[in-house]
């Protein structure tokens, strides 16, 4: 299967700073997803971005299909943006057998202190 | 329209008896995966069930199974827990093929004891 390396594993902003999150893919990758996980555990969808660029307001991603990696942009960031960043995504190349089966990186976790 | 509903969401279990988790995934979609979330793991995939029939399997033990019913709502079952199977379990729906992304419940989280 696909490895998906994030970085930075930790992140530590005062509020107001801006932060770029990435996330490198070992091979061409399906459905490629950002996440954020909230302090109870559910993972809110952030982007769905196969390829191209996505702005949601204070946030943006990119990814480059072709080098196998997506960025995450976190501008003015705010205390509520503290939680566990993940992207993940499933191999392009594995046809039927990867359906569902999303890997995901070990996490960026970003704390913004006020 | 109405989210991913997982239930229960906490349980506390003992050592060696059995769990059932439920996950209603939004309206129209007919794709449920299944994940589950530890500190030392991460996040890894269990299995993923389409129109009543399950697509793609985790590498986890025979202990952990699901089903999906007809009207796509899913369940997965821990049969004689174990300690290690204390975690975070998070379910996913997503129309066939993942376009347009996976959307995640709150998930259910087990402590075994």
């Known amino acids: 299967g696909i490895q998906v390396e994030q970085s930075p594993p930790d992140l530590i902003l005062q509020e107001g700073a801006n932060s770029t999150l990435r996330c490198n893919f070992s091979?061409?990758?399906?459905?490629l997803q950002w996440f954020h996980q909230n302090p109870w555990g559910q993972l809110i969808n952030l982007f769905y971005?196969?390829?191209g660029t996505k702005q949601n307001g204070r946030l943006s991603a990119t990814t480059v299909a072709t080098e196998r990696y997506s960025l995450l942009y976190i501008s003015s960031s705010q205390t509520t943006d503290s939680g566990v960043y993940f992207c993940?995504?499933?191999?392009?190349?594995?046809?039927?057998?990867?359906?569902?089966?999303?890997?995901f990186g070990q996490g960026t976790i970003l704390t913004v202190h006020p | 329209k109405a989210g991913v509903t997982q239930t229960p969401r906490y349980l506390i279990k003992t050592r060696g008896q059995q769990v059932t988790l439920s996950c209603s995934p939004i309206s129209g979609h007919r794709s449920v995966s299944w994940y589950q979330q530890t500190p030392g793991q991460g996040l890894q995939f269990l299995f993923e069930y389409f129109s009543e029939t399950q697509r793609n399997k985790g590498n986890f033990p025979g202990r952990f199974s699901g089903r999906q019913f007809s009207n796509s709502r899913s369940e997965m079952n821990v049969s004689t827990l174990e300690l290690g199977d204390s975690a975070l379990y998070l379910c996913a729906s997503s129309s066939n093929r993942g376009v347009g992304g996976y959307t995640f419940g709150s998930g259910t989280r087990l402590t075994v004891v």
């Open positions: 971005i196969p390829s």
């Open positions: 091979d061409s990758v399906n459905n």
């Open positions: 993940a995504g499933y191999s392009a190349n594995a046809g039927g057998t990867s359906y569902g089966k999303l890997t």
